[in-house]
């Protein structure tokens, strides 16, 4: 059995018995497929990991930037309590159209609040409203700019905060020191921000799974 084949098998015993996709679940990823998106969602047992994340943190509050189909959103917002909210930031007006259709299915449009744009001028724009700091940010958008969300997610924080930063790995580029792209320079300038930032303490995971070999940064915000 090749390794890429034994990986997939292990993701499936695992979501088979520890993170199984339910209807509207099943249903957010069909019709994300259906409508062209990128199928780049996390996977039931990485969605998984982030509401048991959030209910660990007790989060009321969570960003997310980067909604895509709303898949990873649903398996937040099910973490939150019934007077919780989450803000998810979606660059493309038709990832967002098809965002909001999923997270209404499954019942969560009362605890979601969708906005269209780019994410660094939504950010700002939310610091404007003066909103009560976020107890959870999921990062998961455009690499480049990993840094500057990572920075904004400090501004929307506050102590014991947690940040999430995924797809670090790169398929192990991020520690070539030849490679020169976005995706990878933005993905070292977060990790070595997060190194090197006083009101930061955080890791990062290497993974392996049904989406090949990644990983993600995990950050608590202190003082």
């Known amino acids: ?19 199984p996709n339910d209807g509207p679940l099943e249903a957010a990823l069909r019709d994300s497929d ?15 990991l982030l509401q048991l994340l959030a209910r660990i943190q007790g989060a009321r509050t969570i960003l997310e930037i980067g909604t895509l189909g709303g898949y990873s959103t649903i398996w937040l917002a099910r973490a939150l309590p019934a007077d919780g909210r989450l803000v998810t930031l979606e660059y493309s007006a038709r990832h967002a159209e098809v965002a909001t259709r999923n997270i209404a299915r499954a019942g969560l449009d009362a605890l979601v609040d969708v906005r269209v744009g780019p994410a ?13 700091p976020f107890d959870l940010v999921f990062i ?14 400090l501004k929307l924080t506050s102590t014991g905060s947690l940040i999430v930063v995924d797809n670090v790995v790169r398929g192990g580029r991020v520690a070539d020191a030849g ?20 009101r930061l303490s955080g890791t990062a995971i290497q993974t392996v799974g049904s989406k090949g070999y990644d990983g993600f940064a995990l950050a608590r915000v202190l003082e």
Do not use: C
């Open 140 to 153: 998961d958008a455009d690499k480049g700019n990993n840094p500057h969300y990572l920075e904004w997610a």
């Open 179 to 198: 490679d020169t792209g976005d995706d990878v320079r933005g993905t070292r300038a977060a990790i070595e921000l997060i190194g090197s930032h006083p």
């Open 1 to 19: 059995m090749s390794e890429s084949r034994l990986w997939d098998d292990v993701d499936a015993y695992f979501t088979h018995h520890l993170s």
């Open 120 to 132: 660094l001028d939504s950010l700002p724009q939310l610091a404007d409203e003066n909103p009560p």
């Open 34 to 48: 259906a409508a062209g998106l990128p199928q780049v969602n996390v996977t039931p047992n990485q969605g998984k």
